[in-house]
């Protein structure tokens, strides 16, 4: 399977932005929808964006739409997650997967990486 590397997480106050990426390994990256997932403390893992293989699909959980954006370079095996206008609510440790599929249940393909920690202030 590939391995999956977060980063960009950090400090933002309310109402800022993040940008995070995902390094992947493997020679079939780009024959993968890939998704981004977040848990926070204490919670259950949830769901948070999708993107299909070429990049010109997208699918949002409706507690981001319209604040976050994925994408992707396949060149450099790496997804994105552009995070605008952040809340509180969105404190959680994001985690990159691959996607058998674009539509739900969105279940990963590989096992989890460490994540990144994303935390907004109020």
């Known amino acids: 399977q590939v391995q999956l590397v977060e980063s960009g997480g950090g400090l933002v106050q309310a109402g800022g932005s993040l940008r995070l990426s995902c390094a992947a390994s493997?020679?079939?990256?780009?024959?993968?929808?890939m998704g981004w997932f977040r848990q926070a403390p204490g919670k259950e893992r949830e769901f948070v964006a999708a993107?299909?293989?070429?990049?010109?699909?997208?699918y949002y959980a409706n507690s981001v739409k319209g604040r976050f954006t994925i994408s992707r370079d396949n060149a450099k095996n790496t997804v994105y997650l552009q995070m605008n206008s952040l809340k509180p609510d969105d404190t959680a440790v994001y985690y990159c997967?691959?996607?058998?599929?674009?539509?739900?249940?969105?279940?990963?393909?590989?096992?989890w990486g460490q994540g990144t920690l994303v935390t907004v202030s109020s």
């Open positions: 997967n691959a996607l058998p599929t674009m539509s739900p249940p969105h279940i990963a393909l590989n096992a």
């Open positions: 493997g020679r079939t990256f780009s024959s993968y929808a």
């Open positions: 993107i299909n293989w070429s990049g010109r699909d997208t």
